[in-house]
């Protein structure tokens, strides 16, 4: 050391406290400027744990009196709860007038979904739209051996052995129908269609299931998969999509999708953060937000609640919906 002057050295507390700074504040800054690339994908599903986890750096900072750490830990804190906190506070709804309609999405795991407790829910909930996914020949049949047929009588299915189906179901008039199919190696198909529900427009509603981003190879077909979404038209019809979407709102393609002119429902309503996928096939995954219903922003959400469903490894999603009147179309 030469005299007169003093060489800083980074102490052992100094050292840790730096260590368990910064992993947060890298998973905030790849959040914030959209960096869901490669592994990061499947990590960035898990940030609102992050958000939690993110005070214990802050706290360790400020116990251990070091400033620096302690100022970066907070503001990391501060912009994770700016991302996620939105999602559990409800936001003002648009004056819709016209009437009430109540979406139900279900992922059926390749037709494996207890299909009693699909009906049972239709039926004690009024459910007025189904929408599902991996809709198998097997699953369409046990369905209406329960009573969506009689509950449900219009529909556009489209039943695969395996995970590719798709179904929507609706207790109004469809028309415009169709199977939408997407690039992914798992050949994924949407149905969709419009419903005419009495004293309100036509409304566009489709059955979405992208491709999972299980692997690092998967990525891109996930991201052409969620590209390949039908655009809200804020100046045309009105579109409700809902289903599966193996992302959350932490992943940018699925906000991209947002700002066309959608609103997810849950989220609007304060209820953004209940899981709807893991651990319920066991494994020890934290659950997360990937089944959502997004609506047109001229329909207002009145509620949106999350039920099980035994033998898949989802649980499905209801939101009870006002639509606008015809006249104000």
Do not use: K
């Amino acid at each position: 050391m030469t005299i007169g002057r003093r060489t800083w050295r980074p102490s052992g507390v100094g050292l840790l406290c730096w260590l368990a700074v910064v992993p947060g504040a890298g998973w905030a800054l790849a959040r914030s400027i959209g960096l869901d690339r490669g592994p990061l994908v499947q990590a960035l599903a898990f940030t609102p744990y992050v958000t939690l986890g993110s005070l214990a750096p802050l706290v360790l900072a400020l116990a251990l009196r070091r400033r620096a750490p302690a100022f970066v830990a907070a503001l990391t804190t501060l912009a994770l709860v700016a991302l996620v906190a939105p999602r559990a506070l409800p936001a003002p709804q648009p004056n819709a007038a016209g009437p009430t309609v109540r979406v139900l999405t279900a992922n059926l795991l390749a037709g494996a979904a207890d299909r009693e407790a699909v009906v049972e829910l239709v039926r004690t909930r009024q459910v007025d739209l189904l929408l599902v996914q991996e809709l198998t020949p097997a699953a369409e049949a046990g369905l209406d051996r329960l009573g969506l047929d009689r509950l449900l009588a219009h529909r556009q299915l489209n039943p695969v052995v395996g995970t590719p189906g798709s179904g929507l179901y609706a207790r109004h008039p469809l028309s415009d129908g169709g199977i939408r199919r997407l690039r992914s190696a798992w050949g994924f198909t949407q149905a969709y269609a419009t419903v005419a529900v009495p004293g309100a427009p036509p409304v566009r509603v489709e059955s979405a299931h992208p491709a999972a981003p299980y692997a690092i190879d998967q990525v891109e077909f996930w991201r052409a998969d969620l590209a390949a979404q039908p655009a809200a038209t804020p100046d045309g019809p009105l579109s409700i999509l809902a289903g599966d979407f193996n992302a959350t709102l932490d992943h940018g393609p699925l906000r991209t999708l947002l700002g066309t002119g959608y609103v997810d429902a849950a989220a609007s309503v304060g209820a953004g953060l209940t899981g709807t996928w893991g651990p319920y096939d066991g494994d020890p995954i934290p659950p997360v937000v990937i089944d959502h219903v997004l609506v047109d922003r001229r329909i207002a959400v009145r509620d949106v609640t999350v039920h099980p469903l035994p033998g898949s490894d989802h649980r499905m999603v209801l939101a009870e919906l006002r639509l606008p009147t015809a006249e104000s179309r």
